[in-house]
């Protein structure tokens, strides 16, 4: 069984920060790319940021140079830097990695649960 559970979010200012992050445990064998997902109330979920096992990386052109993805593979967990918040970033956000769990032939895609970014005036 495998589980990923993210933790950071929360309510903040307009021009603040927030740091997600995301944890993958139980039954791995490698995790392949990471990423972090968004929707917000009636839209559709959108690619934020996502990162490769060797640390390259790809941002929506909506958060480039704000906010900034980073994984520590000894962990198993990846982050989502966010700076310069502003209203339109509120949204739940999802992590997504691609997992090999042991015993098993093939990876797959696992969701965490989400967690509630919300960005005030």
Same mark, same amino acid.
């Given at each position: 069984q =495998?589980h990923?559970?993210? @933790? $950071? !979010?929360?309510?903040?200012? #307009?021009?603040?920060?927030?740091?997600?992050?995301?944890?993958?445990?139980?039954?791995?064998?490698?995790?392949?790319?990471?990423?972090?997902?968004?929707?917000?109330?009636?839209?559709?979920?959108?690619? =934020?940021?996502?990162?490769? @096992? $060797? !640390?390259?990386?790809?941002? #929506?052109?909506?958060?480039?140079?704000?906010?900034?993805?980073?994984?520590?593979?000894?962990?198993n967990?990846?982050?989502?830097?966010?700076?310069?918040?502003?209203?339109?970033?509120?949204?739940?956000y999802?992590?997504?990695?691609?997992?090999?769990?042991?015993?098993?032939?093939?990876?797959?895609?696992?969701?965490?649960?989400?967690?509630?970014?919300?960005?005030?005036?």
């Amino acid at each position: 069984q =495998v589980h990923l559970v993210e @933790s $950071g !979010g929360g309510l903040v200012q #307009a021009g603040g920060s927030l740091r997600l992050s995301c944890a993958a445990s139980g039954s791995i064998f490698s995790i392949n790319a990471m990423g972090w997902y968004r929707q917000a109330p009636g839209k559709q979920r959108e690619l =934020v940021a996502i990162i490769t @096992s $060797g !640390g390259t990386t790809n941002y #929506a052109d909506s958060v480039k140079g704000r906010f900034t993805i980073s994984r520590d593979n000894a962990k198993n967990t990846v982050y989502l830097q966010m700076n310069s918040l502003k209203p339109e970033d509120t949204a739940v956000y999802f992590c997504k990695a691609d997992i090999h769990p042991r015993f098993s032939v093939t990876s797959r895609y696992f969701w965490g649960q989400g967690t509630q970014v919300t960005v005030s005036l």
